[in-house]
């Protein structure tokens, strides 16, 4: 994954970058987002359908092996399971397709994104947590004021949480059909969430201990799906959400077997990549991929060398 050649854009990264530590403080070794994890490990089955969407090759494959980190919100690598700040949660998916080749797929459990630029991110961070100054940019921004709004309960578990791709994809099949869609990661579990008295007597690590728990009894399965755009749907806005109407294809299943072996060391090494960068899924026009892609390479780089 190269660092792009736009000096604006990887100015507008580095700054974001100096934004989430003065939020958060620095804390070497960690993401400067969704700092505190877990890393599993487990194995994809497409559908039998999924072909018909897209040639990428983990479609076409009878299983691929996967990496996936379940994160907390902030930047804070000790957060507690129980602040509302955690959410929304995270959940990042590597597809390894062959060695060092990979795919990803990033997602969290809220649907939307506040903003559509990078240096309109930039200025909703600088001004959260300051009222008198939110309050004039989420008038100025529906979408910001949309998303603060969107109802953020913390889950059960991690396995009983479902998470939503920002941006929009390309896909393309065999026979050069494209179609714009969305991925989303559905719990077999179910979607389960805590109500406020529930969560107010669990303890600070009930997410991590939970899943620790769920996978010595079973494991954890999740349905890869997309939301298929229709003609006229906005596929370069990360806050243009789709209507629930739309088609959700299901191309696959994975199932979550064991947790990673080197975990802390891991997670300082894994650099996870929004761009899919794979054959059958191109990245939209969202803006926020280069840049996000920037931000997470830029912090990979610092994380492992600290």
Request: hydrophobic share 40%; glycine share 8%.
């Amino acid at each position: 994954m190269p660092l792009p050649t736009d000096e604006q854009l990887l100015a507008l990264a580095k700054d974001l970058l100096l934004e989430l530590d003065q939020k958060f403080g620095v804390h070497p070794g960690f993401r400067p987002a969704h700092a505190r994890g877990v890393l599993l490990k487990g194995v994809f089955a497409p559908s039998a359908g999924a072909p018909k969407l897209s040639k990428a090759p983990h479609f076409g494959r009878a299983s691929t092996p996967v990496t996936v980190r379940f994160s907390n919100g902030t930047g804070l690598p000790m957060i507690s399971d129980t602040d509302p700040k955690a959410n929304p949660r995270g959940m990042a998916t590597r597809f390894h397709l062959e060695e060092r080749v990979h795919t990803d797929i990033i997602g969290q459990s809220a649907n939307g994104f506040p903003v559509r630029t990078g240096s309109e991110f930039l200025e909703f961070l600088r001004v959260a947590g300051v009222p008198e100054e939110l309050e004039p940019f989420l008038a100025a921004h529906p979408s910001a004021k949309r998303f603060m709004e969107i109802p953020k309960p913390s889950p059960t578990s991690f396995a009983t949480e479902a998470f939503f791709g920002v941006s929009a994809m390309e896909f393309e099949n065999v026979q050069g059909v494209k179609r714009f869609g969305r991925f989303r990661l559905v719990p077999e579990a179910g979607v389960l969430h805590l109500t406020d008295e529930e969560l107010a007597v669990k303890g600070e690590n009930y997410l991590f201990d939970e899943l620790h728990g769920r996978m010595m009894a079973v494991p954890v399965g999740f349905r890869i799906q997309v939301q298929l755009a229709e003609v006229g749907d906005i596929a370069d806005d990360a806050t243009a959400q789709w209507p629930e109407t739309r088609e959700l294809m299901e191309v696959g299943r994975m199932v979550l077997t064991e947790f990673h072996e080197e975990d802390a060391a891991m997670q300082k090494h894994i650099i996870f990549d929004p761009i899919p960068r794979v054959v059958g899924i191109e990245p939209s026009a969202d803006p926020l991929l280069e840049l996000r892609a920037a931000i997470y390479l830029l912090s990979g780089q610092r994380r492992r060398s600290a």
